[in-house]
C-alpha cells in the first residue's frame, strides 16, 4: 500500500512526496491518517518533504461543476441505454463517520441536481449506528425501496471512486 511505496522511494533517496489523494471529501484518511503516518516516515529523512493534496471537491469550489457534469454525463448516457426512462437520480457515497464528507456529498447532489435540471437524493450505502451518523442517511437500500414507486428506472450515481473501508462493523 501507500506506506511501503513511500518507505522505498525513501530509501533510494527521494526527500519530497507528493501524495493526490482521490477522495471526494475531507476523509479521516486525507485529514489525519495520511499526513500523520508518511509525516513520520518522510520527517524522519533530513530534508525530507510531504506534501497532501486537498480531495476533489472543496467546499470553497462550491460552483465547480466539473464533477457534477462528469456524472450527469453518465447518468443521461445510462438513460439512453435504458431507453430515456426518467426514473429518481440518487447520488450514493460510502457512508463514513466524518459528517463533512456527508456535506461534501450533499453539495455535490445539489450541484448535480442543478446541472441535470431534476431532483438528486444524497443517501450513503451503509452507517455506524446511532443518532450522531443521521448524516449518513438515508441509505441506498432504503432510498431504493422508495424508488419503486417513482416515475421509471432510477439512476445511481456513485459519489465513490474505488471500494474504500465499510462505515462500520458488518
Keep these: 500500500r501507500v506506506e511501503p511505496a513511500v518507505a522505498a522511494a525513501l530509501a533510494r533517496g527521494v526527500r519530497s512526496v507528493g501524495v493526490l489523494p482521490f477522495f471526494f ?7 489525519r491518517y495520511i499526513p ?6 518522510v520527517g524522519g529523512k533530513p530534508g525530507g518533504e510531504l506534501r ?25 448516457a445510462t438513460r439512453r441505454v435504458r431507453g430515456g426512462a426518467g426514473g429518481p437520480v440518487v447520488l450514493v457515497d460510502h ?9 461534501v456529498r450533499d453539495q455535490v447532489a445539489a450541484r448535480l441536481a442543478h446541472v441535470l435540471g431534476e431532483p438528486v437524493w444524497p443517501c450513503s450505502m451503509e452507517s455506524r449506528e446511532g443518532p450522531e451518523y443521521g448524516f449518513n442517511r438515508p441509505l441506498l437500500a432504503g432510498r431504493l425501496s422508495r424508488a419503486a414507486g417513482d416515475s421509471g428506472p432510477g439512476v445511481v450515481a456513485r459519489g465513490v471512486i474505488g471500494t474504500g473501508r465499510p462505515a462500520g462493523p458488518g
Design 95 to 103: 457512508g463514513s463517520p466524518q459528517s463533512a464528507v456527508a456535506e
Design 25 to 31: 471529501g475531507p476523509s479521516a484518511a486525507v485529514t
Design 52 to 76: 497532501v493534496a486537498a480531495p476533489l471537491v472543496r467546499s470553497d469550489r462550491s460552483g465547480d461543476d466539473r464533477l457534477p457534469e462528469a456524472l450527469a454525463d453518465r447518468g443521461r
Design 36 to 41: 500523520e503516518r508518511l509525516g513520520v516516515l
